[in-house]
């Protein structure tokens, strides 16, 4: 990033940007608003681009000015979401847009502090640069608020100096004195896990949207409005209207059940405007909520994001994940409904 701030200007910033998620860019400061407890073994995280990504290690690469890179680079498309590498509090989440971009900081659980720079500052759809605040973090994102491991807390982008890059997620893991160290490893390690864990399945997947991975639609493109259940009268179909416009049926009401308690929020309308809504395919087991087993198949798999499921390849870890009952909360997916969903790593520990 090739820009001059005057140091007036920086000292008056100081109380406002930790060092942290502009080390790269400002070398001006020496203090740093890390996390106030020791790190406490390594700092074990998951992968924060939803759905994974290529891997490299670019840190250390030399940038412009003098610099290194003092993160992982994680390309994906825009409006991927981001998630939490690791459970905290959020320690900086600017609301109007820096120069270097829409970024988030959060104290981890563990004593390491966890950065994300470049985050989503378009319109959907856009390359407008005036997305704000709204389109860079998941709703209830701000300073100070908890976060858990896996929950959403962004969106990637190409802000900052990342518009002639492409959209990727720079993520930075440090030391409470600032030091950068190497994500790498643990990045690789996380692309690989076979570990599972039941809160943060369903706590990560509130809504289908991200289950789905849903892109949000332009205004003239939606028919429905966003998150809200649809039927026509006569018909008992319940769709879910997705971010993208498009709708989604529940195929039976077991799925249902695992997303909503009951179906007062079900909105009956006519079927010409059902029809003006384009069909997006069938809405799957949220995560983390049932085990489930194909009729063809013996084996029993945990659901994961976006309809993904992992083999649980002992009754030793079934019973850890799901307790001593776990065989009780085991439900079939029609040979017909398994086209909507795929196979991911088994869980092995």
């Known amino acids: 990033m090739k820009k001059k701030i005057f140091l007036t200007l920086i000292m008056a910033a100081a109380s406002l940007i930790p060092l942290s998620v502009c080390a790269q860019y400002y070398s001006d400061y020496d203090w740093h608003d890390g996390p106030t407890i020791e790190p406490n073994g390594p700092p074990e995280i998951i992968f924060p681009v939803q759905g994974g990504t290529n891997l490299s290690d670019d840190f250390g690469d030399p940038r412009s000015g003098g610099r290194t890179h003092e993160g992982n680079d994680l390309m994906a498309p825009k409006m991927t979401p981001i998630l939490a590498a690791r459970g905290g509090r959020v320690t900086f989440a600017p ?3 820096p120069s270097y971009g ?6 981890g659980d563990n004593g390491y502090e966890y950065d994300y720079l470049h985050i989503n500052n378009d ?11 709204q389109y860079a973090y998941a709703p209830g994102i701000t300073e100070g608020v908890l976060v858990t491991q896996g929950q959403h807390i962004a969106w990637v982008g190409d802000s900052g100096n990342a518009e002639d890059v492409g959209s990727h997620l720079h993520f930075e ?3 409470p004195d600032g030091t950068a160290i190497n994500p790498y490893p643990y990045l690789d390690t996380a692309l690989s896990m076979g570990t599972y864990d039941v809160a943060s399945a369903r706590t990560a997947n509130p809504t289908i949207d991200l289950d789905k991975s ?3 639609a332009s205004p003239t493109d939606l028919h429905c409005t966003p998150g809200s259940l649809i039927r026509i009268p006569v018909i008992t179909s319940v769709y879910y209207c997705g971010s993208d416009g498009r709708r989604y049926v529940f195929p039976n009401a077991r799925v ?3 997303w909503y308690a009951d179906f007062s929020e079900v909105l009956t309308i006519s079927p010409e405007e059902m029809a003006a809504i384009r069909i997006g395919g069938n809405v799957t087991y949220r995560p983390g909520v049932r085990l489930v087993k194909v009729q063809t198949d013996d084996k029993v798999y945990a659901v994961d994001r976006g309809g993904t499921l992992r083999w649980v390849s002992s009754p030793a870890l079934a019973a850890r994940y799901y307790g001593a009952n776990w ?10 409904f398994f086209i909507n969903y795929q196979i991911g790593d088994p ?3």
């Open 102 to 107: 829409f970024t988030l900081s959060i104290a």
């Open 327 to 336: 065989a009780q909360n085991v439900e079939d997916i029609p040979d017909v």
């Open 214 to 216: 849903l892109t949000a």
């Open 123 to 133: 319109t959907p759809g856009s390359d407008d640069g005036n997305g704000g605040p």
């Open 256 to 258: 249902y059940a695992t």
């Open 95 to 97: 609301m109007s847009e």
């Open 173 to 175: 893991i440090r030391l």
């Open 347 to 349: 869980i092995s520990s």
